[in-house]
């Protein structure tokens, strides 16, 4: 079982930064796909980024390319969301997520582990 708890969100102003954190828990974290996802009110959970077990392959939604980098430690069984020129519309609940088999997906069911989540509100 590995539990994952995020950090970091909060409020800002449009145009600036937040670095989410996922702490896992487990032995084989490094090995495991992370993922991060947002919820905003009234819609679906939508994929933002993942990362491969080695650090090399990376993905990210259309929506958030060139604002937000996606990294890990495994060192630190971390993985971490820095989001740069940030806007409204990124205001959601953002969430981490695990895929123990080791892909590169970009749907929720594709991940077998989930944080809480962490609010990130963006005002204008």
């Known amino acids: 079982q590995v539990q994952l708890v995020e950090s970091g969100g909060g409020l800002v102003q449009a145009g600036g930064s937040l670095r989410l954190s996922c702490a896992a828990s487990?032995?084989?974290?490094?090995?495991?796909?992370m993922g991060w996802f947002r919820q905003a009110p009234g819609k679906e959970r939508e994929f933002v980024a993942n990362i491969n077990w080695s650090d090399v392959s990376s993905y990210y939604a259309n929506s958030v390319k060139g604002r937000f980098t996606i990294s890990r430690d495994n060192a630190k069984n971390t993985v971490y969301l820095q989001m740069n020129s940030l806007k409204p519309a990124d205001t959601a609940v953002y969430y981490c997520?695990?895929?123990?088999?080791?892909?590169?997906?970009?749907?929720?069911?594709?991940?077998?582990?989930w944080g809480q989540g962490t609010q990130v509100t963006v005002s204008s």
């Open positions: 487990g032995r084989t974290f490094s090995s495991y796909t």
């Open positions: 997520a695990a895929d123990k088999h080791g892909g590169l997906v970009f749907t929720t069911n594709g991940y077998d582990y």
